[in-house]
């Protein structure tokens, strides 16, 4: 996937092709699940940037068509759908809290009135406090 989504950095018509589409779409999905990250900690201390999946994040947009989302009475028009199905995942979401698919919220995650945008990573039993983001 990472020199799939490298020739697509350096080509943007590469964007057009289905084997690209899929390889944005495969590592979105991974950063979803928690299984990539754009930064992650080293045993050092240190920070390390997967640059390639930063590329991919943003890569994103492009290919995402906009759409009219609702979410009760609120309604967005974005390229990104946001989260759902906070319960199954341990995740408290109160009212003016949103976060979007592509971003990573482990169990035990509590947002306030927050953002959290594609390519975050929240850790267990954090709390993304009033007005937020990530």
């Known amino acids: 996937m ?18 690209t589409i899929e390889a944005i779409e495969t590592v979105i999905e ?21 640059e390639w999946v930063k ?6 947009f492009p290919i995402q068509k906009m759409e009219t989302l609702e979410a009760g009475p609120m309604e967005f028009h974005d390229k990104m759908p946001l989260k759902t199905d ?7 979401v109160v009212p003016g809290a949103s976060a ?12 306030m009135p927050s953002y959290v945008n ?5 850790d267990e039993g954090t709390m993304i406090d009033t007005w937020a983001t990530v």
């Open 55 to 60: 590329k991919a994040v943003v890569l994103y």
């Open 2 to 19: 990472k020199s799939i989504i490298e020739a697509a950095w350096n080509n943007r018509e590469l964007l057009k092709s289905s084997e």
């Open 118 to 122: 594609i390519g975050a990573y929240v």
């Open 30 to 50: 991974a950063i979803d699940k928690g299984e990539l990250r754009v930064a992650e900690p080293l045993e050092n201390g240190e920070w390390q940037v997967n």
């Open 86 to 92: 906070y319960a199954a995942q341990g995740v408290r």
């Open 100 to 111: 979007r698919q592509g971003s990573y919220l482990s169990a035990g995650t509590i947002l």
